[in-house]
């Protein structure tokens, strides 16, 4: 059984930091691209970061640009995404997702991925 559990969340201070882990099970993530998305309360899902399978491609959502980072460890079958400087909207419930896919052209759109996680709350708040 496919699945994949985020770790990390939490609250924290604006200008505090986080990293995010997305741990898969029951398959490797050896051929699949990586996504992070969001959900604040009222608003869409948004597409935070993406990672190709090899790790060699990354793009980033303009919003987070600069204080997000998005890395894999393909040996422990988990992706990451450290976040710092944060602000209150990045208050969200924080999903990852995966994607058979091995190119290194990257999407980050939710509905190209097909395994998701169950979420994780991030809450930025002094």
């Known amino acids: 059984q496919l699945q994949l559990v985020e770790s990390g969340g939490g609250l924290v201070q604006p200008g505090g930091s986080l990293r995010l882990s997305c741990a898969a099970s029951?398959?490797?993530?050896?051929?699949?691209?990586i996504g992070w998305f969001r959900q604040a309360p009222g608003k869409e899902r948004e597409g935070v970061s993406c990672?190709?399978?090899?790790?060699?491609?990354?793009n980033y959502a303009d919003s987070v640009k600069g204080r997000f980072t998005i890395s894999r460890d393909n040996a422990k079958n988990t992706v990451y995404l450290q976040m710092n400087s944060l602000i209150p909207e990045d208050t969200a419930v924080y999903y990852c997702?995966?994607?058979?896919?091995?190119?290194?052209?990257?999407?980050?759109?939710?509905?190209?991925?097909?395994?998701w996680g169950q979420g994780i709350q991030v809450t930025v708040s002094s």
């Open positions: 029951g398959f490797t993530l050896d051929y699949h691209a």
């Open positions: 990672i190709s399978s090899t790790g060699g491609s990354t």
């Open positions: 997702a995966a994607r058979r896919y091995i190119g290194e052209h990257l999407t980050c759109a939710g509905g190209l991925f097909d395994s």
